[in-house]
T-cell receptor, first 113, second 115 residues
């Protein structure tokens, strides 16, 4: 079955600390992988995407993610978190044409000053 | 670039009325648009996919007669919740993408509350 697992429901970090959000997927075909961020009461903003090529992907707002095929993972990282990064983060996987995205259940990030 | 505008952002209406939500791609041509529903503290559930000029494709379990989707142009899709009831209250989010393997870009969502 196709699925996306985000094991951490809620993560709390101090401002300036490093961050890693985990994402594991199960997908039958070549996966196209995405990370989105959602602020309260708003839609989703695309942080980064992986289609092919370099497995370390750079995104907006200083985020990066690494695709590891052997581990079926696409973890999101940021070296130094800012208070404005507090939000809900969703990992998603989809087919070539990016239709039928499968979303994880999300990880809520809380940042303490 | 790739801005999707969704309107209204919040609507409250009485049970039995119909509500229309608009989704517009402002700076690109959206060959495909998507409608999602999100319950509190949960992930997004795809309701339907629509291609410009074609009938929408609904996901299993989504009532197409209750959730009418129209994608009449390359920049506009509408979702009409017909004869809305309290159980239809939710956060509805649209997304749009250009042709090819382009990522989906999301609107800011519409919070629908049916009294």
């Amino acid at each position: 079955a196709q699925s996306v697992t985000q094991p951490d429901i809620h993560i709390t970090v101090s401002e300036g600390a490093s961050l890693e959000l985990r994402c594991n997927y199960s997908y039958g075909a070549t996966p196209y992988l995405f990370w989105y961020v959602q602020s309260p009461g708003q839609g989703l903003q695309l942080l980064l995407k992986y289609f092919s090529g370099d497995t370390l992907v750079q995104g907006i707002k200083g985020f990066e993610a690494e695709f590891k095929r052997s581990q079926s993972s696409f973890n999101l990282r940021k070296p130094s978190v800012h208070w404005s990064d507090a939000a809900e983060y969703f990992c998603a996987v989809g087919p070539y044409n990016t239709d039928k995205l499968i979303f994880g259940t999300g990880t809520r990030l809380q940042v303490f000053p | 670039g790739a801005v999707v505008s969704q309107h209204p952002s919040w609507v409250i209406c009485k049970s039995g009325t119909s509500v229309k939500i608009e989704c517009r791609s402002l700076d690109f041509q959206a060959t495909t648009m998507f409608w999602y529903r999100q319950f509190p503290k949960q992930s997004l559930m795809l309701m339907a996919t629509s291609n410009e000029g074609s009938k929408a494709t609904y996901e299993q379990g989504v009532e197409k007669d209750k959730f009418l989707i129209n994608h009449a142009s390359l920049t506009l899709s509408t979702l009409t919740v017909t004869s809305a009831h309290p159980e239809d209250s939710s956060f509805y989010i649209c997304s749009a993408r250009e042709a090819g393997n382009q990522p989906q870009h999301f609107g800011d969502g519409t919070r629908l509350s049916i009294l």
